[in-house]
């Protein structure tokens, strides 16, 4: 088996001696060294279910490369997914006012 599984499961082993449901390891030398991925801006999140190396969509070649076989999550680029559901400031505006005590206003 190759090692960086084994490191990733007696990490796994030692979180649930501790009781402990999950650990995010944001190192990105600690990252490498549980995965095999020398890329940045990354995490891995180990948990009872797996682990998951959280990273974005300009990883998603050298993720399938370096470590294939590892599950990943691809997050969105920064700031799209709330600005999606945000609306337009002037009614943000206007909710703030109305919800604002007249001497306030």
């Known amino acids: 088996m190759e ?12 979180l649930a001696g501790e009781g402990l449901a999950a650990l995010m390891i944001t190192a990105p030398a600690n990252v490498s060294y549980l995965t095999d991925f020398t890329g ?6 180990l948990a009872a279910g797996g682990p998951v190396l959280v990273s974005d969509q300009r990883f998603t070649a050298q993720i399938g490369e370096e470590c294939p076989a590892l599950p990943v ?3 969105p680029p920064v700031g799209t997914s709330m ?3 945000m609306p337009p400031a002037t009614e943000i505006d206007r909710e703030r006012k109305r919800t604002m005590p007249m001497t306030q206003q």
Request: glycine letters at 0%.
């Open 83 to 85: 600005r999606a559901n």
């Open 3 to 14: 090692m960086h599984p084994l490191r990733r499961d007696r990490l796994r082993s030692t």
């Open 73 to 75: 999550h691809i997050r």
């Open 40 to 45: 940045d801006s990354s995490v891995l999140v």
